[in-house]
Every structure is written in C-alpha cells, then in structure tokens.
C-alpha cells in the first residue's frame, strides 16, 4: 500500500514464507528537499522534486503600480494556484511553491481569481507561463492592484426646474486624454463602472451621444479612486438639453 501524501510517500509492504514461517513488515517514508528562494530554507517536498522545475510565487497588494512589492506593501493570503502537479495555495504571508512542474519546453500555472477574498483586486493575468528547469525553482511576484468602482447618477434638469433620471445614456470617464472606462445609465438614469485603478477621472458624455442630442454637462463632474480602491460611493451629474 502506498499513500501519497503532500509532502511524502508512505509505503507499506509485507511479506510471509510459508517454509520458515518467516514474516516481515516494512514502513517506508520517501521525501525530498526543494530551496524555497522566497523563505531562504529548503523546505520538504514530494519525492523527485528535483527532477522538474518549480516556481515560487510571491502575492501582494501593489498599492502604487510598479510591479514590485515595496516594504510597505501588503502581502494576500490564500491564493490558489493550479498546475500539472496538483493545487497550491498561498500563505498567510501571500507565498506559494509549486514543484514538479517537468522540464518540458513549456510549463502554465494557473490563478484561480475567485480564491481572492478582495473583490476590490485585480489580477494581472490569469496565468503564469515559463519555461522550466529540472532542480530550478522560478522565483516570481504576483502584483495585485487596487481597483474601484463608482455609482454614477444622471439627471436631466427640465425648464421648470424639475428633475429625472436620464436613461440609456453613454458616459465614459476619462484620464490622461483617454477613455478608461464607460457604461451606460439603467432606466432610472444610475450607472456602476468598476476595474477603476486609483486616481482621479473626469466623467463625460459620449461625445457623438453629445452632439447628436445636444446633452451637456452643467457642471464639470471628477470622480477620485483612492490608493487602496474600494467603493467609491454617488456621483451625481446634471445634463441639460442644447436646443440651439
């Protein structure tokens, strides 16, 4: 009998000669060892370890967007990984290993994005994809950024001075002389737009929308994402209709 455990086999095995009456039992414990660059420790492993490659991975909140995990910079825990060799999962310290992953000319380890508790953080891929060595463990850093999301609010101001939600209207929020990000407002004149990165964004209508319908904005409209994203509550517009 053999159970494959998750970091050692264990065998059981026995024998019985009929002629001498001789029996025996042997309980065997297989392991390996595997350098975990992340902790700076070998840790143990699956028997065979070494005869594949395998990858390190580091999880974070990377608050300012560079990619690389600052001192400061928290650190997400019970990512799961999936590869060929089974499922890994970060820990409390965001770390992951993940081994036996061959020496073929290709190796993918994937992120599944619904063992991020945050709903707020986004994944910079799907996938880890990269070639691997037999005895060599890929040290890698996972960057998770901050996201937002906004509840815009349009309402049409009418010459009495009434107002109501304006529906199936097209806005976009822009930085930097780019769109971002755009959606369109429900019957009752609300639209969410999320995956917003942190910063300040100018809201606007679709400027063909605009043109055609002659609609404006009373008021210029900002909306901010803060550095750690999240909810970024109500914003609300007012539009007028340009009859000239």
């Given at each position: 009998?053999?159970?494959?455990?998750?970091?050692?086999?264990?065998?059981?095995?026995?024998?019985?000669?009929?002629?001498?009456?001789?029996?025996?039992?042997?309980?065997?414990?297989?392991?390996?060892?595997?350098?975990?660059?992340?902790?700076?420790?070998?840790?143990?492993?699956r028997p065979g370890a070494a005869t594949g490659g395998?990858?390190?991975?580091?999880?974070?909140?990377?608050?300012?967007?560079?990619?690389r995990r600052q001192a400061d910079e928290s650190p997400?825990?019970?990512?799961?990984?999936?590869?060929?060799?089974?499922?890994?999962?970060?820990?409390?310290?965001?770390?992951?290993?993940?081994?036996?992953?061959?020496?073929?000319?290709?190796?993918?380890?994937?992120?599944?994005?619904?063992?991020?508790?945050?709903?707020?953080?986004?994944?910079?891929?799907?996938?880890?994809?990269?070639?691997?060595?037999?005895?060599?463990?890929?040290?890698?850093?996972?960057?998770?950024?901050?996201?937002?999301?906004?509840?815009?609010?349009?309402?049409?101001?009418?010459?009495?001075?009434?107002?109501?939600?304006?529906?199936?209207?097209?806005?976009?929020?822009?930085?930097?002389?780019?769109?971002?990000?755009?959606?369109?407002?429900?019957?009752?004149?609300?639209?969410?737009?999320?995956?917003?990165?942190?910063?300040?964004?100018?809201?606007?209508?679709?400027?063909?929308?605009?043109?055609?319908?002659?609609?404006?904005?009373?008021?210029?409209?900002?909306?901010?994402?803060?550095?750690?994203?999240?909810?970024?509550?109500?914003?609300?517009?007012?539009?007028?209709?340009d009859r000239r």
């Open positions: 009998l053999t159970w494959r455990l998750a970091a050692c086999d264990v065998s059981l095995t026995g024998g019985y000669a009929t002629g001498t009456g001789y029996a025996q039992a042997l309980l065997r414990f297989s392991m390996g060892a595997l350098f975990d660059p992340l902790e700076g420790r070998y840790r143990l492993a395998a990858l390190a991975l580091q999880a974070f909140v990377d608050a300012n967007g560079d990619g997400v825990p019970g990512v799961v990984a999936d590869s060929s060799s089974g499922v890994a999962t970060a820990d409390a310290d965001g770390r992951l290993l993940v081994a036996e992953l061959g020496d073929a000319t290709h190796a993918r380890v994937g992120i599944r994005a619904e063992s991020i508790e945050d709903p707020y953080l986004r994944l910079p891929a799907d996938a880890l994809e990269f070639q691997p060595r037999a005895g060599r463990v890929v040290l890698a850093e996972l960057p998770l950024q901050p996201t937002g999301e906004v509840q815009v609010r349009l309402f049409l101001r009418d010459a009495a001075g009434g107002e109501r939600g304006l529906s199936a209207v097209q806005v976009q929020l822009w930085r930097d002389g780019a769109t971002v990000a755009a959606g369109r407002t429900e019957f009752d004149g609300t639209v969410v737009v999320d995956g917003l990165p942190p910063g300040r964004y100018e809201l606007r209508i679709d400027p063909a929308l605009e043109a055609r319908l002659g609609l404006r904005l009373l008021e210029p409209v900002g909306v901010t994402i803060p550095a750690w994203g999240g909810y970024a509550g109500d914003v609300i517009a007012r539009v007028a209709i």
